[in-house]
């Protein structure tokens, strides 16, 4: 069992927008603003999509956005393109002693 | 440009020791702030964060996995290596090493990943 919950699954269809979740705790996502996202196509390494809970590194589209209430961090990505399609990780910081935490991924399917 | 690349045993048997040698160019480990990290993921499964060396030999370890896991680095020779011990099947994965920004904590940069399946 991932330390961050995420849905499984997502679709959309092409043009519109969906939004991911990924829920932690006080002692994770919830205190610190150092949430990552990534999105990994199949047999392909993980790409950083999103940094400090809402950065986009350059050279990723503006289509992917992050925020984050409480304990739970969003990505959310508009205008759904058919190369969307891939699975998505939520990470975050989460204190010296565990340090790392990983989300249990959602796939995205594009309709 | 920077880049990582993972190498060692494709298969290992139980109980023995897996040895993974991460390669890497384009920045150094010894610039404040830099860490490697490894991760790995099981065929169909999620990611799990197993380890992280930082650039003034900070190492931090998975806790469910910390009994296992020793993590170090080669400045000079670009390298980071991670051992695990007792290997067991349930540890079949991909493993990955990755950059990591440790002053905002990401892994913007990853190698291409190296598939360890553990079977007698």
């Known amino acids: 069992q991932s330390a961050l919950t995420q849905p499984a699954s997502v679709s959309g269809s092409p043009g519109q927008s969906i939004t991911i979740s990924c829920t932690g705790t006080s002692s994770d996502v919830g205190s610190y603003n150092l949430v990552s996202w990534y999105q990994q196509h199949p047999g392909k390494a993980p790409k950083l999509m999103i940094y400090e809970g809402s950065k986009r590194p350059s050279g990723v589209s503006n289509r992917f956005s992050g925020s984050k209430s409480g304990n739970t961090a969003s990505l959310t990505i508009s205008g759904l393109q058919a190369e969307d399609e891939a699975d998505y990780y939520c990470?975050?910081?989460?204190?010296?002693?565990?340090?790392?935490?990983f989300g249990g991924g959602t796939k995205l399917t594009v309709l | 440009q920077i880049t990582l690349k993972e190498s060692g045993p494709t298969l290992v048997k139980p109980t023995q020791t897996l040895t993974l040698t991460c390669t890497f160019s384009g920045f150094s480990l010894s610039t404040s702030g830099v860490g490697v990290g490894w991760i790995r993921q099981p065929p169909g499964k999620a990611l799990e964060w197993l380890a992280l060396i930082y650039w003034n030999d900070d190492k931090r370890y998975s806790p469910s996995l910390k009994s296992r896991l020793t993590i170090t680095k080669d400045t000079s020779k670009n390298q980071v290596v991670l051992t695990m011990t007792n290997m067991d099947p349930v540890d079949t994965a991909t493993y990955y090493c990755a950059h990591h920004n440790g002053r905002t904590f990401y892994f913007d940069y990853w190698g291409q990943g190296t598939l360890v399946t553990v079977s007698s």
């Open positions: 990470c975050s910081y989460a204190g010296s002693s565990t340090n790392v935490v």
